[in-house]
């Protein structure tokens, strides 16, 4: 006689019949999808609160200004925001939107706690973010070399290692381009250490931590970021379409958009597929490196380069959370032609002016100046310095000057730390009321008198040429021919000549995108290069 065994999991002898085991295993099935829907439904209750992804865990609030808090609630909910003594309460609108804004906040290097609860009729609903700390945010965007990591960058064990930075926090925008302005992006806030820095911005890193260094505030920073972008891309559709100069770039766009056809394009890529491969094993039979392959044909529509893709996808989702200023790192992408170089003199302060007036704000804004390096045109490098040099007739705005921190072969330079400190200097003194000096000498103007051009510059204190007699200056008469010049220092002046050019018209300062250049100021920052002239640069 066979002994029932009992099962531990249900209790039912195991001698049962397969009918009474097959019923026993139904009612614990149903059993168990009834306590999962009830503990679903438990946790719904709890749920009706939205908020962005910046309103999480381990966030940084701006300190000194309104803060905005916004999300989405059941309609007509009743919502209260509760932060450090204060408690704002609003209604959401029949979509179910709200928002509130806090007092200007004292910074705060303790963990606090920011509580958003929405009452309705029947059950109350609360969102708690832990360790939030108040202290200065700065958005940090632009395309490859802004999106540069920590541990991409020299000296990487010793950053890791001295990485230990809880006050420091970063956000990275994960979300991709949009065509059409989004609320909503990925994210989420990591606190610096040695385990977390390397997948940092390394410039923004390197910025916040001078910052931190410096005021003893908590930073953090926003990085959005993408490589291989173009300045188009990260302004809005509508802050464009008035601009003449970006007038062709929309023009082509809306061009690609409309041939689009899917079938023609992946023919065309078969098409290119069977030539590079062709090209391979040629390239392989000859003994040189063989070429690329060819991208999939995208939807153009959707691509990130598409004017204002990611300014929808990636700058819209942000607004109006409460900032500082923000940093730039981006040029490199519309340096390729001379006309695409001389549009960014109007993209760059468009660009600054679209998200001021969407944050409603004119926010400190700084960029870093393209630096030396082997461009595949040299003009459209060239112009495109000029035009951040041109665009610091923006009020509240910045510049770091990176030559001497570029690479001749790599347009990914390593020296982010310098970077970073470069564009500190400049937050530190305009932005914190600092003393120091922030930039190397600007161009301000030139007086000719006979064969003599004599160039005036702004912080240009301790003017003085490294390694010789200034370097890198070029000088034409009314024949646009430039010849070598020599150049002496006289105070905070250089006079620039040359025998070859009796009555001089023009001077132009390490015109090149790698150019030769030595002039510094006592700070032991880098002049800008500069052209006196405005004639027209051949493509």
């Keep these: 006689m066979n002994t029932p065994i009992p099962c531990p999991c249900c209790s039912v002898p195991a001698a049962v019949s397969r009918a009474s085991r097959s019923r026993a295993d139904l009612a614990l099935r149903s059993s168990f999808v009834i306590l999962v829907s009830s503990f ?21 609030l701006q300190s000194g200004a309104p803060v905005p808090v916004w999300g989405k609630a059941e309609p007509n909910e009743t919502v209260t925001v509760e932060f450090e003594g204060q408690k704002k309460t609003t209604e959401a609108d029949a979509a179910g939107k709200w928002s509130v804004k806090l007092d200007p906040l004292t910074v705060n290097g303790a963990g606090l706690e920011l509580t958003v609860t929405a009452t309705p009729k029947s059950k109350v609903a609360t969102r708690k973010i832990s360790d939030v700390l108040v202290g200065e945010v700065w958005l940090c965007s632009g395309q490859s070399n802004m ?21 420091i926090r970063m956000f990275t925008v994960n979300s991709g381009p949009a065509v059409e302005p989004q609320e909503s992006c990925r994210g989420s806030w990591a606190v610096c250490s040695p385990d977390t820095v390397g997948s940092f911005s390394a410039v923004a890193y390197f910025f916040g931590r001078d910052l931190h260094a410096k005021l003893g505030f908590p930073v953090g920073l926003i990085n ?56 391979v094993d040629a390239a392989k039979a000859a003994g040189k490196t063989p070429p690329r392959e060819p991208q999939i044909p995208s939807n153009p529509k959707l691509d990130k380069n598409r004017p204002a893709n990611l300014y929808n996808g990636k700058i819209s989702p942000l607004i109006p959370f409460a900032i500082k200023g923000a940093i730039w790192y981006q040029g490199e992408s519309n340096a390729d032609t001379v006309q695409r170089g001389l549009a960014y003199r109007v993209e760059l302060p468009l660009l600054i002016e679209d998200w001021r007036k969407r944050w409603g704000a004119t926010f400190p804004f700084a960029w870093v100046q393209l630096p030396d390096f082997n461009a595949r045109n040299s003009e459209g490098w060239c112009l495109v310095r000029e035009a951040m040099l041109q665009s610091l007739k923006v009020p509240e705005t910045g510049m770091a000057i990176a030559l001497g921190l570029g690479e001749a072969t790599d347009i990914h330079p390593i020296d982010k730390q310098d970077t970073g400190h470069r564009l500190a200097l400049w937050a530190m003194d305009t932005v914190y009321g600092g003393k120091g000096e922030w930039s190397g000498p600007l161009y301000t103007g030139n007086k000719i008198d006979g064969g003599d051009v004599t160039i005036t510059f702004s912080h240009a204190e301790g003017l003085m040429a490294k390694g010789g007699a200034p370097a890198g200056f070029v000088i034409a008469g009314e024949d646009k021919q430039w010849k070598p010049a020599t150049a002496k220092i006289s105070g905070a002046q250089v006079i620039v000549s040359s025998p070859d050019v009796p009555h001089p018209v023009a001077v132009r300062y390490a015109w090149a995108d790698n150019p030769n250049f030595n002039l510094y100021n006592a700070a032991g920052l880098p002049a800008s290069p500069f052209r006196t002239d405005d004639w027209p640069v051949a493509p």
Excluded: Y
């Excluded at 559709?237 to 023609?264: C, F, G, M, Y």
């Design 40 to 60: 679903c439904l438990l946790q719904k209750a709890g749920a009706d609160i939205t908020l962005p992804s910046f309103f999480s865990d381990h966030m940084v």
């Design 224 to 279: 959005s970021s993408v490589g291989g972008t173009e300045i188009e891309a990260w302004i809005s559709l509508d802050a464009q379409k008035n601009a003449p100069e970006v007038k062709p770039t929309l023009e082509d766009w809306d061009k690609r958009v409309a041939s689009w056809n899917p079938e023609n394009a992946k023919a065309q890529f078969l098409k290119q597929q069977i030539a590079w491969q062709a090209a």
């Design 147 to 167: 999106g540069f990591t920590v541990n991409r960058a020299q000296n990487f064990a010793v950053e890791k290692a001295a990485a230990t930075l809880p006050k």
